[in-house]
């Protein structure tokens, strides 16, 4: 049974940099044909994606948070990091990382999310 477990700060000032970690137990990271994507939800909205690392290393990110955005991974640990930069109080959100099956065309484990909100 794969797992995944989001772990950082609660709350992080403005302007300051966010760095989450996802734990992963069950399974491999290095897996092939699997994505290790993170996805937040502000308050009252949707989902947004925020990107992913895959299987391979390679990384990709979307538009809107691009700019400020960067995820990596250590495979010793079986963990990838998002990292956003200059946060803003629209960055709070509750993140999640979750596994992108490629085969399936659909992500099939969650972490349970984690609450950060940006405030000073």
């Known amino acids: 049974q794969v797992q995944l477990q989001e772990s950082g700060p609660g709350l992080v000032k403005p302007s300051q940099s966010l760095s989450l970690t996802c734990t992963v137990s069950?399974?491999?990271?290095?897996?092939?044909?699997?994505?290790w994507t993170w996805i937040r939800q502000p308050p009252g909205k949707g989902m947004e994606w925020i990107g992913y690392i895959a299987y391979s290393g390679s990384t990709y990110y979307g538009p809107s948070l691009k700019s400020h955005t960067s995820i990596s991974r250590d495979t010793s640990r079986n963990q990838f990091t998002l990292q956003l930069s200059s946060v803003t109080p629209e960055d709070t959100a509750v993140y999640y990382c979750?596994?992108?099956?490629?085969?399936?065309?659909?992500?099939?484990?969650w972490g349970q999310g984690t609450q950060v909100t940006v405030s000073s």
């Open positions: 979750a596994r992108w099956r490629s085969d399936f065309q659909a992500y099939d484990y």
């Open positions: 069950g399974g491999s990271i290095t897996t092939n044909d699997y994505y």
